[in-house]
C-alpha cells in the first residue's frame, strides 16, 4: 500500500483527470449516431447538445458533467482526509476539482479538445461552497434570458462568485473563507474567459449564437 501522501494527491489528481475526461456530450451524440464537434459550435458541452439534440440530453450532459466536478472534489479529497492529516483540506478540493475541470477542458482522449468547463466548475463549487451556486446560477440565468446569450451568462457567472464569497460570510457572519478559495475564485474568471475567447470575438462583432436563434429566423423569414 502506498502511503506517501504526495503520491496519494499525484494519483488523486490523476483519477479526478481521467473522470473529468470523461466525453458525456460526445457519448450522448453517438448514440443518436451524430458527431457533436461536428455540429453546431463544435462544443462538446451542454449548450450545443441542447442546440443539437434538445433540452432533455442537454440536461443528462449539464447533470453529469457537472458531477464529474463534484465527485473529486468533494469524495476524492475526502479520501485523502482520511487517509493522512492534510491542513489545508480546501487547498485539495480545488487541486481535485480544478484537475476534472482540466480532464473536461482538455481532455487527452479528445486530443485536448474539449468543452468549457461550466457545469464541471459549477460542480466544483457544490462541494466546495455550496451557498454561491444557487446565486450564480441565477446571474446566468437571468444574462441568458436577457441576452439570450450563454457565454456571457457564464462569464457574468464566473465574475460573481468572488463578489459572493466575500458577500456572503459578511451578510451571514460566518467566519471568512480560506484564502485558498478566495484566490481561486479570482482566478475562475479569468479561466473562464479564456476558454470563451472565441465567444468574445463573436459577442464583440455581434456574431454570438443565441438561444433563440431559430425563433428569430422564423420569425425573419415571415
Known amino acids: 500500500m502506498i502511503y506517501n501522501p504526495s503520491i496519494h494527491l499525484f494519483l488523486l489528481l490523476l483519477i479526478s483527470y481521467i473522470t473529468g475526461s470523461f466525453p458525456t456530450a460526445v457519448l450522448i451524440g453517438k448514440k443518436s ?24 440530453p442537454a440536461l443528462i450532459v449539464l447533470l453529469i458533467d457537472g458531477f464529474k466536478g463534484w ?11 482520511q487517509a493522512h492529516a492534510v491542513t489545508e483540506p480546501g487547498l485539495i478540493q480545488i487541486m481535485c476539482g480544478f484537475a476534472a475541470v482540466l480532464g473536461h477542458t482538455y481532455p487527452m482522449i479528445g486530443r485536448f479538445k474539449g468543452g468549457k468547463g461550466i457545469a464541471t466548475l459549477g460542480g466544483v463549487l457544490l462541494a466546495i461552497y455550496p451557498m454561491v451556486l444557487p446565486i450564480c446560477i441565477g446571474v446566468f440565468a437571468m444574462t441568458v434570458m436577457i441576452t439570450g446569450m450563454v457565454s456571457l451568462g457564464s462569464i457574468l457567472a464566473s465574475v460573481s462568485v468572488p463578489i459572493f464569497l466575500l458577500v456572503i460570510p459578511a451578510i451571514t457572519q460566518d467566519q471568512a473563507i480560506p484564502l485558498s478559495l478566495l484566490v481561486f475564485s479570482l482566478l475562475l474568471p479569468w479561466f473562464i474567459i479564456f476558454t470563451h475567447r472565441s465567444n468574445i470575438s463573436r459577442i464583440r462583432s455581434g456574431n454570438e449564437n443565441r438561444l433563440n436563434n431559430k425563433k428569430i429566423n422564423k420569425q425573419k423569414k415571415k
Open 33 to 56: 449516431g451524430k458527431e457533436i464537434r461536428e455540429l453546431g459550435s463544435g462544443n462538446p458541452g451542454a449548450t450545443n447538445t441542447l442546440r443539437v439534440f434538445g433540452w432533455k
Open 71 to 81: 465527485l473529486p472534489a468533494f469524495y476524492f479529497a475526502e479520501y485523502l482526509f
